[in-house]
């Protein structure tokens, strides 16, 4: 029987999410609107625990520590592999007796400039240089996407079971319940129950990526090229 899970969602990934609403709604018949239906399908997939993701992240210089993530695969073409990824964590249950939580953190291309893993790691305010403090329980094999699918499974279930158990694996404060029902959600906010308001998700925005004075912002709010800022440093 399919454990089901508490979906969090931080702004970050409301405004991906209102991102491809948007290209949805101007071409309802286009692969945005077959991508929208495979996008709210698998937040479906996440919660009822169907899926429990592709495969776990780990550490890569550049790229960030991000091995307490994992990364799952959506089509916005049927006739095509999958061209979108979904980045998640597993987090334990607020207490006795309440679900288990899985927090979005991103919805974005797999190809391109716009660096899904360097989004996740500023709104996880992660220099994509630095290894985390804590992480280490989750071992230090690198992000792997190969290999047999009961092999990725086994690293899926011992990873989300260390997660359960940590204390520090806590959802971003930004992070709020979604709320997806039986049966696919025609609208984000069937699937979200209530959305953030532009004054929140602009705050949250701004808190979520830490910069020194000096440093010029790249296009996810980290500076493209440089040595970790000492208040990242572990």
Request: aromatic share 6%; charged share 25%; net charge positive.
């Amino acid at each position: 029987m399919s454990e089901h899970y508490l979906l969090l969602g931080n702004p970050g990934f409301d405004l991906d999410y209102r991102r491809l609403d948007a290209a949805a709604s101007r071409y309802p018949t286009g692969p945005e609107a077959w991508l929208r239906r495979q996008v709210l399908r698998h937040l479906l997939d996440l919660s009822n625990g169907k899926t429990d993701g592709h495969h776990a992240l780990g550490y890569e210089p550049g790229k960030g520590d991000l091995r307490d993530c994992v990364v799952g695969y959506v089509q916005s073409d049927p006739e095509r592999k999958p061209d979108y990824r979904l980045v998640f964590r597993e987090i334990g249950p607020d207490g006795p007796g309440k679900l288990p939580r899985r927090e979005l953190l991103a919805v974005k291309p797999r190809h391109g400039s716009n660096n899904i893993y360097a989004h996740v790691c500023a709104r996880l305010d992660r220099h994509p240089a630095d290894r985390q403090r804590g992480l280490n329980r989750f071992g230090d094999r690198p992000a792997d996407s190969g290999g047999s699918q009961a092999t990725r499974q086994a690293e899926l279930d011992t990873k989300r079971a260390i997660a359960h158990a940590w204390a520090g694996q806590q959802p971003l404060a930004t992070s709020r319940p979604l709320q997806v029902g039986p049966g696919p959600p025609r609208t984000y906010a069937e699937a979200s129950g209530r959305g953030w308001t532009p004054a929140l998700t602009a705050a949250t925005s701004r808190a979520s990526r830490p910069l020194p004075a000096t440093a010029r912002p790249g296009p996810t709010g980290w500076p493209p090229t440089r040595a970790a800022p000492p208040w990242t440093r572990g």
